[in-house]
């Protein structure tokens, strides 16, 4: 039962361009919500986070955006840069202990 | 150097045969946890912490042990390994909660049961 939905195992921009990630969840008790970054051989690392009390929170090139009525968030990165190229993984927790995952999307921006 | 040590990295056994990955932090924070990647299901949790003597269930115990006996660190344990525990391992600490804290990774364990 994945509660966490990324439905683009991979995407591919324009450097300069913008990035947007997708991700669908389906339990409404989940209470904040998460984007990690992983490059290969190594762990993943965080990015950006949002509570559920908010709908947009902002961290230089990366935005991200909560749509509570539609169970739906988002990860914009402007501009891209090479250095972005990476798998995404959205997770939301509920209660600060469980911590689902969705199955990552690939970006791959292009020079 | 603040960092989550996972040993070993890389490990080929046989079913049945018991194994135990180390997880060590040394940033002295509360919250550890354990999670399994597998392709195109992405990181599942198997096991947390939230402090000394403290387990919790994940989405996917099955088949895994875990203790807390020490802050610093959160060994997972197969007690009898099966192929479909192949997979890449990762520990993962943080300050305060899964949530609204940030969870700090390791580099990954690839376990391989055949």
């Known amino acids: 039962d994945q509660q966490v939905k990324q439905n683009s195992p991979s995407l591919s921009v324009q450097e300069g361009r913008i990035s947007i990630l997708n991700c669908d969840y389906t339990n409404s008790m989940f209470d904040y919500f998460l984007w990690y970054k992983k490059y290969p051989a190594e762990g993943p690392t965080f990015l950006i986070s949002?509570?559920?009390?908010?709908d947009k929170n902002e961290d230089g090139r990366f935005t991200v955006f909560l749509n509570k009525s539609a169970k739906h968030l988002s990860l914009h990165i402007v501009p891209s840069q090479p250095g972005d190229s990476a798998v995404y993984f959205c997770?939301?927790?509920?209660?600060?202990?469980?911590?689902?995952f969705g199955a990552g999307t690939r970006l791959t921006v292009k020079p | 150097e603040a960092q989550v040590t996972q040993n070993p990295r890389y490990l080929i056994t046989v079913t049945g045969k018991k194994l135990t990955v180390t997880c060590s932090q040394n940033m002295n924070h509360e919250y550890m946890s354990w999670y399994r990647q597998d392709p195109g299901l992405g990181l599942r949790q198997i096991y947390y912490?939230?402090?000394?003597?403290?387990?919790d269930k994940g989405d996917v115990p099955e088949g895994y042990k875990v203790s807390r006996k020490e802050k610093r660190n959160f060994p997972l344990i197969l007690e009898s390994p099966s192929p479909n525990q192949t997979s890449l391992y990762f520990c993962a600490s943080s300050l305060s909660g899964a949530g609204t804290g940030e969870l700090f990774f390791g580099e990954g364990s690839r376990l391989t049961v055949l």
């Open positions: 997770a939301a927790s509920y209660n600060n202990n469980d911590m689902r």
């Open positions: 912490s939230m402090n000394v003597e403290v387990t």
């Open positions: 949002i509570s559920s009390i908010k």
